[in-house]
C-alpha cells in the first residue's frame, strides 16, 4: 500500500486566498484524522472522520476552515479565506478505528505558508 | 490543554547511550501510544501499550505505563544517529477514542 497521501506537499499562498489541501487515506481504513503542527501548539486535532462522517470538529478553529470526505478514499480541508496564522504543517491521518484508539498511520503532509 | 506530556523537552545524548522519555496525562487512557517525527515528515507509530499492561518491548524500544501515576516513560536502549528525531505520546482520553498529542521530546544522539 502507498500509506496515507497527501497533495499538494507544499503551497504557498497570498493571504485572503483559498487553500484546499487533499488526503487519499489507506485503503480498509474507516477512519480520517487531520492534524495542525505548529512550534506554538505542538499538534492539534481538527477534526475527525468515521465512515465519511464528522464525528468531532471541536478542534477547527473557526468558520473559515471546513472539512469533507465525500467516500472512504478522498477527504479535503479547505481554508476560505486564509490568513498567515494559518501557516503550518497540516497532517492527515488514518486507521481502522472508532470504539477503540488504534495505531494512526501519518501522510507526509502538506506545508502552508500565508504571505 | 494537552493530555499527554512529554519530558524532557529536548535531550542531546551520545551514540551507544540509552534514551529515556516521559509521558504524563490528565485522565484515564484505554491505551497510550508513542510515536517517532523525522524533521519534516510524518508521524511513525512506534508502540502501543495497553491500560492494563504495564510493559512493553519492541527492539531496542521499551514502554512502561504506570496508570497510577498517570505516566508512561519511553527507554531506547543502544541509540544510534538515526534515533535522532522528536518523540511524542498519544492518549485517548478514556475511551473517547479521539487521540491527544503532546508537544514531544526532541531527541538527538551524537555520532
Known amino acids: 500500500d502507498a500509506g496515507v497521501i497527501q497533495s499538494p506537499r507544499h503551497e504557498v499562498t497570498e493571504m485572503g486566498q483559498e487553500v484546499t489541501l487533499r488526503c487519499k487515506p489507506i485503503s480498509g481504513h474507516n477512519s480520517l484524522f487531520w492534524y495542525r503542527q505548529t512550534m506554538m501548539r505542538g499538534l492539534e486535532l481538527l477534526i475527525y472522520f468515521n465512515n465519511n462522517v464528522p464525528i468531532d470538529d471541536s478542534g477547527m478553529p473557526e468558520d473559515r476552515f471546513s472539512a469533507k470526505m465525500p467516500n472512504a478514499s478522498f477527504s479535503t480541508l479547505k481554508i476560505q479565506p486564509s490568513e498567515p496564522r494559518d501557516s503550518a504543517v497540516y497532517f492527515c491521518?488514518?486507521?481502522?478505528?472508532?470504539?477503540?484508539?488504534?495505531?494512526?498511520?501519518f501522510g507526509p503532509g502538506t506545508r502552508l505558508t500565508v504571505t | 490543554s494537552q493530555q499527554g506530556e512529554e519530558d524532557p523537552q529536548a535531550l542531546s545524548i551520545q551514540e551507544g547511550e540509552n534514551a529515556t522519555m516521559n509521558c504524563s496525562y490528565k485522565?484515564?487512557?484505554?491505551?497510550l501510544q508513542w510515536y517517532r517525527q523525522n524533521s519534516g515528515r510524518g508521524l511513525v507509530h512506534l508502540i502501543l501499550?495497553?491500560?492494563?499492561?504495564r510493559e512493553k518491548h519492541s527492539g531496542r524500544l521499551r514502554v512502561t505505563l504506570d496508570t497510577s501515576k498517570k505516566s508512561s516513560s519511553l527507554l531506547i536502549t543502544a541509540s544510534r544517529a538515526a534515533d535522532t528525531a522528536s518523540y511524542f505520546c498519544?492518549?485517548?482520553?478514556?475511551?473517547?477514542?479521539?487521540?491527544?498529542f503532546g508537544r514531544g521530546t526532541s531527541l538527538i544522539v551524537h555520532p
Open positions: 491521518a488514518s486507521n481502522y478505528g472508532g470504539a477503540v484508539f488504534n495505531e494512526q498511520y
Open positions: 501499550i495497553r491500560s492494563n499492561e
Open positions: 485522565t484515564s487512557i484505554n491505551n
Open positions: 498519544a492518549t485517548d482520553g478514556g475511551g473517547s477514542y479521539i487521540p491527544t
